[in-house]
């Protein structure tokens, strides 16, 4: 009777044991896809911000502000804009090369003439 008891006890506790591995092994399962998704979107947000990373060090590339931008795209690119400006003085914006002079003026050049803005 004793020994039945103490195979019983055994039992049960190994039956709880095993339930209670199986369900972490679930949640792990989870854990891993959860984090595979959230490094996914983050190499998706990094490949954003090198490239917009090249756009602010180069004055040379056209930065386009369409009217159908939203109002968070189109600040963020008039932020790089004015950067630029301040950095190198120069800033190309929808196909046009804007420049700053030493008095912090703003203007471009059409047809060999400065037009200030």
């Known amino acids: 009777m004793n020994i039945f008891l103490v195979f019983l006890i055994l039992g049960i506790i190994y039956l709880f044991y095993k339930k209670i591995n199986s369900k972490k092994s679930k949640y792990l399962k989870l854990e891993k896809f959860k984090n595979k998704m959230q490094s996914t979107q983050t190499n998706?947000?990094?490949?954003?911000?090198?490239?917009?990373?090249?756009?602010?060090?180069?004055?040379?590339?056209?930065?386009?502000?369409?009217?159908?931008?939203?109002?968070?795209?189109?600040?963020?690119?008039?932020?790089?804009?004015?950067?630029?400006?301040?950095?190198?003085?120069?800033?190309?914006?929808?196909?046009?090369?804007?420049?700053q002079d030493h008095e912090k003026r703003i203007y471009k050049i059409n047809n060999g003439k400065k037009v200030f803005l």
């Open 44 to 99: 998706i947000e990094r490949i954003f911000l090198r490239e917009e990373e090249k756009t602010f060090s180069n004055p040379n590339i056209n930065i386009v502000i369409g009217i159908y931008d939203n109002e968070d795209n189109t600040n963020r690119k008039s932020n790089i804009h004015r950067a630029r400006l301040s950095k190198f003085k120069k800033s190309k914006l929808n196909g046009e090369m804007i420049f």
